[in-house]
């Protein structure tokens, strides 16, 4: 029986060395599938230490687990599922407390936004940001998950027990809010 | 501020709510990288939360496995070898009998020659009486002429006289 991992190894094979304990299987899926799980968590959380945050909490959460994974989807699947579920708990989490701390302003976004090879990247990202935070939190998810975890329609629906029509609709309505508040502030 | 004019180019905003940015697009946008010190941080606190909480560690429990079953066999193996030895039962061997096609029949008793003893006949040469349908049915001959001893008998009866009647009297074969 082998014990140790090897690069072109399957999900699923590195899976079965993890459940018998092996740390390197488990370091070859951590780093197979950290970016993709920080870009998720970070769209929906915003910040670069929540997103860290969301991610060590989803991949404890995956692993500690990872006998309820049924293989009825991709390991990578089920992952960016429960860190995109992480991030909104924490999101959530952050709010409440940004609430207590002080009172809520809504995010303001410039409306002079000029499109500009010098354009600071942090200020895309922050209006990107700002605009992803006015979705509603299943519109928001379902998008994100479809354009930074890369998975596709039915990859989205299993990931969130969904039936595809759902997942379409929701796609449908996110596009269609984001377009709107994009493009009024990416033309003066 | 005017906007300059990009007409080879899309916003990167608007690439990315059509939900099908290209690489170009998504890297104007790509969240910022966390450093090598901060993923190997949570790669090792993963692999310490994880790893203990796996259940690979029933690793440790095969010895308890193999010793179990080891000491099972002995159990076994010193049972057997106690056991009292009982014969083995002989097994019947069944005679081959012959195939007999008249198995499902009764058996008729069939007469011998010498339990008959023919007395007294007025016409010897009508003698073939000495018949009967056998199971297969066909007639048989029971006994011939020549197989039995005729005597002179008293004949009294008038119908002896008629023309194929055989007059014949039996007797218990008197030499038994």
């Known amino acids: 029986m082998r014990l140790r991992p090897q690069p072109d190894d399957s999900d699923g094979e590195l899976l079965a060395l993890v459940r018998r304990g ?6 070859v899926l951590f780093h197979r599938h950290r970016d993709v799980a920080y870009r998720v968590a970070y769209r929906l959380l915003g910040r670069e230490a929540d997103a860290l945050d969301a991610v060590q909490e989803g991949f404890l959460n995956a692993l500690t687990h990872v006998k309820d994974f049924r293989q ?42 000029v499109l500009d090879d010098e354009l600071d990247h942090s200020e895309l990202r922050e209006r990107l940001h700002a605009a992803l935070a ?7 998810q379902t998008f994100v998950l479809h354009v930074d975890g890369g998975l ?9 027990d969904l039936p595809i029509g759902t997942v379409m ?14 493009a009024s502030h990416a033309t003066p | 501020m005017n906007a300059p004019e990009y007409p080879h180019r899309r916003c990167p905003l608007s690439a ?16 910022p990288q966390p450093c090598e010190r901060d993923w190997e941080a949570l790669r090792l606190r993963l692999s310490d939360e994880c790893v203990p909480k796996l259940p690979a560690r029933r690793a440790g429990k ?29 097994e019947a061997i069944a005679p081959s009998a012959p195939f007999d096609p008249l198995a499902e029949y009764a058996v008729l008793p069939i007469a011998m020659p010498e339990d008959f003893q023919l007395l007294a ?24 002429s020549h197989e039995i001893s005729i005597a002179e008998a008293a004949v009294k009866d008038p119908l002896w006289n008629a023309p194929n009647r055989a007059p014949m009297v039996f007797v218990e074969n008197l030499d038994k």
């Not at chain 2, 099908?20 to 946008?29: F, V």
């Not at chain 2, 009508?126 to 297969?136: H, R």
Request: aromatic share 6%.
């Open chain 1, 22 to 27: 092996c740390t390197e299987a488990l370091d």
């Open chain 1, 72 to 113: 009825h989807c991709t390991f990578r699947t089920w992952l960016l599922r429960i860190v995109s579920n992480a991030s909104l708990d924490l999101g959530r989490a952050r709010s409440r407390r940004e609430k207590r701390l002080a009172p809520a302003e809504p995010a303001e976004f410039e409306s002079n936004f």
């Open chain 1, 134 to 140: 006015a979705l509603p939190a299943p519109q928001r």
């Open chain 1, 152 to 160: 596709s329609y039915h990859d989205v629906a299993e990931a969130l």
């Open chain 1, 169 to 182: 609709s929701r796609l449908f309505y996110a596009r269609k809010r984001l377009k709107l508040l994009l």
């Open chain 2, 16 to 31: 990315y709510a059509e939900g099908q940015p290209t690489p170009g697009e998504r890297r104007a946008i790509e969240p």
């Open chain 2, 62 to 90: 095969w010895p308890m496995w193999i010793a179990g079953s080891l000491a099972l066999a002995i159990c076994l193996v010193v049972a057997v070898a106690n056991m009292p030895k009982v014969p083995k039962p002989l």
């Open chain 2, 121 to 144: 006949v007025r016409e010897p040469r009508d003698l073939t009486v000495l018949t009967c349908k056998d199971p297969i049915g066909d007639r048989m001959n029971l006994v011939a």
